[in-house]
């Protein structure tokens, strides 16, 4: 069974840092882009940013509101996915979800407030 | 900048069809994937449609998605309808930098 999960999301003063896990299961980890995707509070669906496979490169992109305060990273070793934010303002609270079109799946999202 | 453009919400009976669209205003259809997502109230997304036509095992084949490529849109329909497909339907596609860009998505109401 392919399973997401998301950890690591919680409350952090506007500037502060976190970093976001995504522990996969279930498929082969090594071979899938992964991808970010954010839901601030009543709104829709974000783009936050992607890691492709190490095989076709391991490169990253990300959308324009956090480029150059977010990193993925990726530990294959580990089927884990990783986001770390930084300089976070009120308007990344979001929950955030890992996703693959590798295997079409979702995890179920953590929760991250920025508040101060 | 790309947009996928929706309409914010469409309505039907049970056992009945609905098509949700989405609108390119840039780019094409034609040279980028759509995917289509469904968000039941209090959930994650999931994927229902992928590579415009696409359904991952387990989605039913009530639900369908086509590309118009003469008018820049595609649609996800939803036949025989059901009071638990009433949800949020988000379409996805790239822009030209090769990011994901959503719609806006659609509320499907069942009544």
């Known amino acids: 069974e392919v399973q997401l999960v998301e950890s690591g999301g919680g409350l952090v003063k506007p500037g502060g840092s976190l970093r976001l896990s995504c522990a996969a299961s279930?498929?082969?980890?090594?071979?899938?882009?992964m991808t970010w995707v954010r839901q601030a509070p009543g709104k829709g669906l974000e783009w936050v940013g992607r890691?492709?496979?190490?095989?076709?490169?391991?490169?990253?992109d990300y959308a324009a509101p956090v480029k150059g305060r977010f990193t993925i990273s990726r530990d294959d070793s580990k089927s884990t996915l990783y986001l770390h934010m930084t300089s976070l303002k009120t308007e990344d609270t979001a929950v955030y979800y890992c996703?693959?079109?590798?295997?079409?799946?979702w995890g179920q999202g953590t929760l991250v407030t920025v508040s101060s | 900048n790309l947009m996928l453009t929706q309409p914010h919400s469409v309505s039907e009976s049970p056992g009945k069809t609905v098509t949700i669209s989405c609108t390119r205003n840039?780019?094409?259809?034609?040279?980028?994937?759509v995917q289509w997502y469904q968000q039941r109230p209090g959930s994650a997304p999931t994927t229902l449609i992928y590579?415009?036509?696409?359904?991952p095992s387990g989605v039913p084949d009530r639900f369908s998605g086509s590309i118009d490529t003469s008018s820049n849109s595609a649609s996800l329909t939803i036949s025989g309808l059901k009071t638990e497909d009433e949800a949020d339907y988000y379409c996805q596609s790239y822009d030209d930098n090769d990011h994901d860009i959503f719609g806006g998505g659609t509320k499907l109401t069942v009544l």
């Open positions: 840039s780019g094409t259809f034609a040279s980028n994937y």
């Open positions: 590579e415009d036509t696409q359904r």
């Open positions: 996703t693959t079109y590798f295997v079409h799946s």
């Open positions: 279930g498929f082969t980890f090594d071979y899938a882009w």
């Open positions: 890691i492709k496979s190490k095989a076709d490169g391991g490169t990253t």
